[in-house]
């Protein structure tokens, strides 16, 4: 009774008439899952506490076996303010949300991957580039899943003399299945960099700003990866791609 949990709102959804559903990443249980009872009420006093991509502390009873649990109480612990006062952040934040949501199966290591989130949104509340954010906190989520791009060596026949990424075949490839599948070359500094991307860690982001000036196509490759091997739709990354550019405007 009265279980205490730290947790990420990554996701938000209306449930019946007045109700919502928010979904946690906690270190502790993994994704769990509340029910907000009443919370879109004016009235409510959780509604103005239910904040997307808020760091909290969750007031439930814990029950074994169970992934949805009614909320009884919540307390804000950190908002991650700039995720709410700029568009680049926020709709960066939206994609990580998404990819913790999506991209966590069963036997997922929880604390690893609520390391990895929390880490995501501190690093976008600091003004860290978003680019590189979603590539780094994608690629290592692929690589956890066993479904990471392929940059030792040529996807299809394994050969370490690469020349070009196909995102159909999962990865670099050869000069010989490049030609066969008339695939064009890429600069030594797009394979370099690519491979940077997906063997990169958060932590070592300052490095990695250093050597990628933009990580957006190198995103565009795994999301497709994504896309054509798993079935995986990133709605907010298309979301993200589309908004961006007002950004600059
Ligand atoms: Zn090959």
Redesign the pocket.
């Known amino acids: 009774m009265n279980d205490k949990v730290e947790g990420i709102i990554i996701k938000q959804s209306d449930y019946k008439d007045s109700s919502l559903l928010i979904t946690v990443m906690t270190k502790e249980y993994g994704k769990i899952t509340f029910v907000a009872t009443g919370a879109k009420k004016p009235t409510s006093k959780n509604a103005s506490r239910l904040i997307p991509y808020s760091l909290n502390e969750y007031l439930f009873d814990y029950k074994e076996g169970k992934s949805i649990f009614k909320l009884k109480n919540i307390s804000l612990i950190n908002l991650y303010r700039h995720l709410h006062e700029d568009i680049d952040a926020s709709l960066a934040s939206g994609v990580i949300g998404e990819l913790c949501d999506v991209m966590t199966y069963e036997d997922y290591d929880y604390e690893q991957v609520y390391q990895l989130i929390h880490d995501a949104y501190r690093y976008l509340n600091e003004g860290k580039r978003s680019d590189l954010v979603i590539g780094i906190t994608l690629s290592e989520l692929m690589k956890w899943n066993g479904i990471g791009a392929n940059v030792d060596e ?6 370490k003399n ?1 020349i070009t990424i196909s995102a159909k075949d999962g990865g670099f ?6 030609t066969s599948l008339s695939i064009s070359p890429r600069s030594i500094t797009e394979l370099k960099e690519f491979r940077l991307l997906n063997k990169a860690q958060l932590e070592n982001y300052d490095v990695v700003e250093e050597l990628i000036e933009d990580a957006h196509p190198y995103v565009d490759i795994l999301v497709e990866i994504l896309r054509l091997h798993h079935g995986i739709e990133l709605n907010s990354y298309q979301v993200y791609k589309t908004l961006l550019p007002l950004k600059e405007a």
């Open positions: 040529c996807a299809i026949c394994g050969n690469v490839l050869c000069k010989d299945c490049a």
